[in-house]
């Protein structure tokens, strides 16, 4: 636009207007901006700052290039700097000078905050969404495998054994926590920005509230130079997106763990593997490898955000442009991401006698043979060493703990009785009944509340 330039006495070089324009990205943000100039421009007829007719012809006329947003018509001019300028410019050619009242108690410094704003509350709300449908993923798995056991690690190495329900209702947990971040950060960034002008406010008699009340806002900017340089909600909304991701990395993983030959544990459906160029026997896991791989992108973009924040003066300045790109590919791969894996999860396949036989391998019993020693007297650090020794003599010997006899368990305890033959992998996961635990009848519990949770 001409007039952004009346301070200058020549244009822009070529390779500057290149340089610093938004509009290759941030075109993205017109619903909000055509919204956001609406209630605007509502709110400046409403104060006879600009007459009823004339707030009328600029809906009209914005309404009128939203059309042509939405039908793809719209001709993008590369002169324009962003998609607020490019809205504007198009409006003049639909309605003439009047275009310029727009502008009226208004900056850009303002728009753009509040048009990133209205953006960031609506990917939280899919936010959400998303988080709840991978949520259901796992219920469903969860609830068709409800007495399927399998080996719990840690270090990676097995530990004791476990329903896998439990293991799946894991992961429902921290999505749980995600959805909670996300409703927080909802909450900060619930505040409405226009009215602070390029930093200072304006001069004008408008009315805020009828303008955040319009817009759904539940609260306005309390400063006016934080309101415009605040990227605060941004840098929250990929930290969360960077926690999501980093929870459906360490899904990805075990998906890629248990759908390779060596653990058996799961096949995924075809829908969500891909094929090799050259062996046509391979059925790799694409997607989850993908969304494993995805995530330092997401993280990348959190740490560019705070890098481009760290150093910046009140007010706004021009940096602050560099939050969009980031901000965007964040959310897309975020939402793509949570989507794809609950179409992943819900379709996979379960190996559940590969589980169960797993479940016993790695001494998993261990524990219980030792608490089983604690309920004959016994204190937990001396059960603690005679298990110990009993494993490594079971591994030297090549045997289970199972297939041990009662003379060899008496050898390191006299504490043991032939009830010690009694200890199974379903009585191990059966004997974890207590809230937050294992046992069957805990695990039912929790699939209830997982479910009363997604449906409430």
Not at 22 to 31: A, E, G, I, T, V
Not at 79 to 101: C, N, P, Q, T, Y
Not at 135 to 155: E, F, I, Y
Not at 331 to 341: G, K, M, R, W
């Amino acid at each position: 636009m001409s007039h952004i330039r009346s301070r200058f006495s020549k244009p822009a070089e070529d390779k500057v207007i290149e340089y610093t324009t938004s509009l290759p990205f941030d075109w993205r943000l017109y619903p909000e901006d055509i919204r956001g100039s609406i209630a605007h421009a509502r709110m400046l007829g409403s104060r006879g700052i600009i007459s009823a007719g004339e707030a009328v012809e600029l809906e009209e006329g914005l309404l009128a290039v939203k059309k042509e947003l939405d039908e793809g018509r719209f001709v993008f001019k590369p002169e324009l700097e962003d998609i607020h300028m490019a809205i504007e410019s198009r409006l003049f050619e639909l309605k003439g000078d009047i275009a310029g009242k727009l502008h009226t108690a208004r900056s850009r410094n303002d728009q753009v905050a509040l048009d990133i704003r209205l953006y960031v509350k609506h990917k939280l709300g899919e936010l959400v969404e998303g988080l709840t449908g991978l949520q259901k993923a796992l219920v469903s798995q969860a609830g068709r495998n409800q007495d399927v056991t399998m080996p719990g690690c840690t270090h990676l190495q097995h530990a004791q054994p476990v329903l896998l329900a439990h293991h799946l209702l894991a992961y429902f947990e921290m999505l749980q926590r995600d959805k909670g971040r996300a409703e927080d950060c909802l909450a900060r960034t619930d505040c409405m920005p226009l009215g602070s002008g390029a930093l200072a406010g304006t001069g004008f008699d408008i009315d805020r509230e009828q303008v955040a009340r319009e817009l759904g806002f539940s609260q306005i900017s309390r400063n006016s130079m934080d309101a415009v340089s605040d990227r605060d909600f941004v840098v929250e909304f990929e930290s969360c997106a960077s926690i999501i991701m980093m929870h459906l990395s360490r899904l990805a993983e075990e998906i890629v763990l248990w759908s390779t030959s060596e653990y058996g544990f799961i096949t995924l459906d075809d829908a969500y593997s891909t094929g090799s160029s050259i062996m046509p026997q391979k059925r790799n896991p694409d997607v989850a490898e993908l969304g494993r791989g995805k995530t330092g992108r997401v993280y990348g973009h959190l740490v560019a955000m705070l890098t481009t924040l760290k150093s910046l003066p009140l007010s706004y300045n021009r940096d602050l442009q560099e939050d969009k790109e980031g901000l965007f590919d964040t959310a897309d791969t975020v939402l793509a991401s949570l989507e794809v894996f609950a179409g992943m999860i819900d379709t996979m396949q379960v190996n559940r006698d590969a589980m169960l036989e797993a479940a016993g391998r790695g001494y998993t019993l261990a524990t219980d043979v030792a608490d089983y020693l604690v309920k004959k007297g016994l204190s937990f650090r001396e059960a603690h060493r005679i298990t110990g020794r009993l494993v490594s003599y079971a591994a030297g010997a090549g045997k289970g703990l199972e297939e041990l006899s009662l003379d060899e368990y008496r050898t390191f305890s006299e504490a043991f009785d032939k009830d010690v033959q009694n200890i199974t992998v379903e009585s191990a996961v059966k004997a974890r009944n207590l809230p937050g635990g294992t046992a069957p009848q805990q695990v039912a519990r929790a699939l209830e509340k997982a479910r009363a949770t997604i449906e409430g």
